[in-house]
């Protein structure tokens, strides 16, 4: 079965070869205090820094889930109040866990067709603003260039992305923001149960500033840890090795990000004239490069999934309220060429 699921998707091929050689060389039993983690930990972020253009000074954490990050974002960099800029489920749940721990988090929402107007978004209150740079619910993207726009327009206020179902498949512009996350299941082609987190200096001497030191993943503890290349739990270390494995293969950021805006390209062009599936997002300036939404009849859409499933193709499923008339086709790198031209060729009699 190929997975198009956008996340946990299609990992790569080389996966069962990476894992066999895990177990050989000892990976599955190693000490996460150990000489050896170090050097695979300091490795991993290194190649990470490399590939992905994440600039020398920002420092890379280790978490599980991006789930996880939104809560460590939540406790230990927020004092009472952030701003979520969101268009879909993701952005929102994310606003919905940060309200709990702080109950003065302020949620803004858009519509999905809208491109973000940054002239619109200058705040005179909050600490930090959280954009989703790819709503993987919905399939609309935020641009860098907004980033950037919102940040230059706030300077007082840290920017904080959700790039989970972005990052390792188009070129984030990481300097245009403070702090980064993803998990490794969509574009890194892995395993769930992984995520990293980027944060600027700035970042760092927010969180000292703040001194929150009451969870076990508290930044200011994780930072500790990291400054040895450790975490204050006991990792994945097998996604790590993992991840380091990926990372080696991975071209650069700046290829893969060609390759991804093309393969969109061509998604969007097959749907273009289509009579019965339709992109959801009809604006080429908010179309996710990563995550392609289609939308039909909810009788349409259910014989495409079950159709595709039966030919060895998994469709995503639509997202919450979308979940009847959409289905979504993950484009991640890990993703062959000759998968896509099979799925295409299924899909053109339902156009
Ligand atoms: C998948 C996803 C998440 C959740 O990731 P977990 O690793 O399951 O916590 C969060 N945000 C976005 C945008 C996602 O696509």
């Known amino acids: 079965m190929i997975s198009f699921y956008p996340g946990p998707s299609r990992v790569h091929d080389e996966l069962s070869d990476w894992t066999k050689s895990a177990h050989k060389k000892g990976i599955l039993s190693m000490n996460h205090r150990s000489t050896e983690f170090i050097a695979l930990s300091k490795k991993t972020i290194k190649l990470l820094k490399n590939k992905l253009n994440i600039p020398n000074d920002y420092s890379v954490f280790f978490t599980s889930s991006a789930t996880e990050c939104w809560e460590v974002i939540a406790q230990s960099l927020i004092k009472n109040k952030s701003i979520h800029i969101h268009n879909g489920a993701f952005g929102e749940k994310w606003f919905d866990y940060t309200h709990r721990l702080k109950p003065e988090a302020e949620s803004i929402s858009f519509q999905f067709e809208k491109e ?14 959280c954009l989703t740079q790819n709503e993987t619910s919905n399939g609309t993207q935020v641009s860098n260039k907004i980033i950037t726009a919102i940040k230059k327009n706030n300077p007082d206020r840290f920017i904080a992305v959700d790039a989970t179902s972005s990052m390792a ?9 403070d702090l980064w996350f993803a998990s490794v299941q969509k574009c890194f082609g892995l395993p769930a149960g992984l995520a990293i987190m980027i944060c600027s200096p700035k970042v760092i001497r927010r969180m000292e500033e703040i001194g929150e030191k009451s969870h076990y993943n508290s930044l200011s503890l994780m930072k500790e840890m990291m400054d040895k290349w450790q975490t204050p739990y006991t990792p994945n270390v097998l996604g790590i090795y993992l991840l380091r494995c990926s990372a080696r293969k991975m071209d650069n950021i700046s ?13 969007a062009s097959f749907f273009k004239n289509s009579k019965d599936l339709q992109l959801l997002i009809k604006n080429p300036d908010v179309q996710s490069r990563t995550v392609i939404t289609v939308k039909g009849s909810p009788n349409l859409i259910g014989v495409v999934k079950a159709g595709a499933k039966k030919k060895g193709m998994l469709l995503g499923e639509g997202y919450g309220n979308l979940k009847k008339d959409t289905f979504r086709i993950a484009n991640f790198p890990a993703i062959r060429k000759k998968e896509i031209k099979k799925l295409m060729e299924f899909l053109k009699t339902y156009r």
Request: aromatic residues 8%; neutral net charge.
């Open 116 to 129: 973000l107007n940054p002239k619109e978004l200058t705040f005179n209150d909050g600490e930090i603003i």
């Open 169 to 177: 498949g188009i070129v984030l512009d990481f300097p245009s923001a």
């Open 255 to 267: 290829r893969v990000d060609r390759t991804i805006t093309k393969r969109q390209k061509d998604w």
